[in-house]
């Protein structure tokens, strides 16, 4: 079974400011999606941005970009000209390329703060 | 066009009752999915449908959760005999066709609260 960490439970960083939230994951497997998901209040999950593991480019999102390190199974986000609507619960969430496995697997979290 | 919507935002229920909740997925969207976000975790999964079939359930804590999707749109969960540990903010997505390339769009949810 595939598992995701993210060790850090909050961050905060200084509005128009670079932040970076790590994840690492665990899987046996060498075709898979990485993600990351924004959840603010309002509870709504919003796709920031996705990583297909076969790609050695890193993906980026205007703002967003990942550094994706397939061999340390790490996938952390940089966020870059941090603003006040970027404050909010980011998730780290895996997905196998198999067909039939289509499911995400997520991890627990960091609460992005952002300090004006 | 309209995202996914679930009904109702809020449930509070009694221990031992039943619970119905719904997702509306995006239209022409054949592939959803439920998952249970617990408080200060990150959404499990429950189960996936393709069509209106469900093609994994393997989520699915116990027998007290069903799930159907009768037409291949509209879902609903089902919850009988509710326990306290079964509140959580339930997710429901939906994607396109299902396939590993496909984004999955996500609704509000469901907080459901069980006394």
């Known amino acids: 079974a595939q598992t995701v960490t993210q060790s850090q439970p909050e961050m905060s960083v200084q509005e128009a400011e670079t932040v970076t939230l790590s994840c690492t994951y665990d899987t046996s497997e060498s075709d898979y999606y990485l993600f990351w998901y924004k959840q603010p209040p309002s509870r709504q999950m919003i796709l920031v941005i996705r990583?297909?593991?076969?790609?050695?480019q890193n993906a980026t999102e205007n703002r967003f970009s990942v550094n994706f390190q397939k061999a340390a199974k790490s996938f952390s986000l940089k966020i870059s000209d941090s603003q006040l609507g970027d404050a909010a619960m980011y998730f780290c969430?895996?997905?196998?390329?198999?067909?039939?496995?289509?499911?995400?697997?997520f991890g627990t979290g960091t609460r992005l703060t952002i300090i004006p | 066009g309209a995202g996914v919507s679930q009904t109702p935002s809020n449930k509070v229920t009694e221990k031992g009752k039943y619970v119905e909740l719904r997702c509306d997925p995006i239209?022409?969207?054949?592939?959803l999915y439920w998952y249970r976000q617990s408080l200060g975790q990150g959404p499990e999964f429950l189960i996936y449908?393709?069509?209106?079939?469900?093609?994994?359930d393997s989520g699915l804590p116990n027998d007290r959760f069903f799930a159907v999707r009768p037409e291949g749109s509209v879902s609903t969960l089902k919850i009988q005999r509710t326990e306290r540990g079964d509140s959580a903010v339930y997710l429901c997505?939906?994607?396109?066709?299902?396939?590993?390339?496909?984004?999955?769009?996500f609704g509000p949810g469901t907080r459901l609260t069980v006394l």
């Open positions: 997505a939906s994607s396109t066709a299902g396939r590993s390339t496909d984004t999955q769009y």
């Open positions: 969430a895996y997905r196998s390329a198999l067909i039939g496995n289509e499911k995400l697997t």
């Open positions: 990583q297909e593991a076969y790609k050695q």
């Open positions: 239209s022409g969207h054949t592939a």
């Open positions: 449908f393709q069509g209106t079939g469900a093609a994994d």
